[in-house]
């Protein structure tokens, strides 16, 4: 595994209302408020800041469900139907959703995978795959900045679909704009004065913070996300961990972080507890104050 992934295009920043993707095929709403249904928290943290109080907003995915491994429930087949619009993330982790709306919604053109246009992707191998090759790396909300460029692709689509709301739109996406520059350069501040980024993580969703923020990837602890980790794969990732010198490992909420702590006890490094933030409340800032949580505890244990 290489020690830092690198970008497949150059980081684009989004603050003007740039539209990616022609929308001259999705009909306007009516003056009333509709709703949005989104699959997984991210998606809605974006929704719910550029919508305001224009749409109602609501996000399928209950807080502390694993998106890799969510099965639908008979109450949210019943949302997917009485929505107006649903958002998806695009890459992948939302995909047991996509068949079914097309199941109960046939012919509606509900489903809008736009978010994660023109972004620039990390690309990863294909665990779930028995085919080899790569997969697009779906986890882009750790890197505020692409959270502002998903932002503004989402923006388009709700001016399209309420042109009666278009400075409000507007207003809201930047606003939420501005504050994710904020929180991308305090993380980038604080974070520059670390001097070993050397790090191990949990499972394989890190790779955007990473590249933004300068740290260095030795290994995952789950050689597969959501799967046991072979004991010579875990040889592996303790032998590199020595060779780089590694500074710290990180587990995740949710789970047993039982061989995190058992990594990190071999190797003699300190390990904490973080956020990935594929779950989450209602809050629209909920967003910013973990990721300031994650950056503290980062911040403080690789000091």
């Known amino acids: 595994m290489s020690m830092?992934?690198?970008?497949?295009?150059?980081?684009?920043?989004?603050?003007?209302?740039?539209?990616?993707?022609s929308f001259n095929?999705?009909?306007a709403i009516p003056n009333t408020k509709q709703t949005i249904l989104t699959s997984i928290y991210p998606v809605y943290v974006i929704a719910k800041n550029v919508s305001g109080d224009v749409f109602k907003v609501e996000n399928l995915l209950p807080p502390g469900e694993n998106p890799h491994e969510y099965q639908l429930k008979p109450e949210d087949v019943k949302k997917i139907q009485n929505t107006d619009l649903i958002i998806l993330n695009g890459l992948g982790i939302d995909d047991w959703l996509v068949k079914t709306i097309s199941r109960v919604n046939p012919g509606k053109?509900?489903?809008?995978?736009?978010?994660?246009?023109?972004?620039p992707l990390i690309y990863i191998s294909n665990y779930a795959?028995?085919?080899?090759?790569?997969?697009?790396?779906?986890h882009f909300w750790l890197d505020p900045t692409l959270m502002m460029q998903a932002a503004s692709n989402l923006s388009g689509l709700l001016i399209k679909l309420s042109p009666?709301?278009?400075?409000?739109?507007?207003?809201?996406?930047?606003?939420?704009?501005?504050?994710?520059?904020?929180?991308?350069?305090?993380?980038?501040?604080?974070?520059s004065a670390v001097k070993n980024k050397s790090v191990i993580f949990q499972h394989n969703g890190y790779a955007y913070f990473a590249r933004r923020y300068g740290l260095e990837i030795v290994?995952?602890?789950?050689?597969?996300?959501?799967?046991?980790s072979s004991p010579q794969y875990l040889s592996r990732l303790i032998k590199n961990a020595r060779k780089f010198k590694t500074?710290?490992?990180?587990?995740?909420?949710?789970?047993?972080?039982?061989?995190?702590?058992?990594?990190?006890?071999?190797?003699?490094?300190?390990?904490?507890?973080?956020?990935?933030?594929?779950?989450?409340?209602?809050?629209?800032?909920?967003?910013?104050?973990?990721?300031?949580?994650?950056?503290?505890?980062?911040?403080n244990i690789l000091k």
């Open 4 to 21: 830092k992934t690198k970008a497949i295009m150059p980081l684009l920043y989004c603050i003007v209302f740039t539209l990616f993707i």
């Open 25 to 27: 095929d999705l009909p």
């Open 109 to 119: 053109n509900k489903t809008i995978r736009l978010i994660t246009t023109n972004l």
């Open 129 to 138: 795959s028995s085919k080899s090759g790569t997969i697009p790396d779906p």
């Open 164 to 191: 009666q709301n278009k400075m409000q739109i507007e207003q809201n996406l930047k606003s939420f704009c501005e504050r994710l520059l904020n929180l991308d350069k305090k993380i980038k501040d604080e974070l």
């Open 219 to 228: 290994g995952y602890v789950e050689e597969v996300p959501g799967a046991p």
């Open 247 to 299: 500074a710290a490992v990180f587990g995740e909420p949710c789970g047993s972080n039982e061989l995190v702590k058992r990594i990190a006890e071999e190797l003699k490094i300190p390990y904490a507890v973080i956020d990935p933030l594929e779950t989450g409340n209602s809050d629209p800032k909920y967003y910013e104050q973990k990721m300031s949580e994650n950056l503290n505890i980062i911040k």
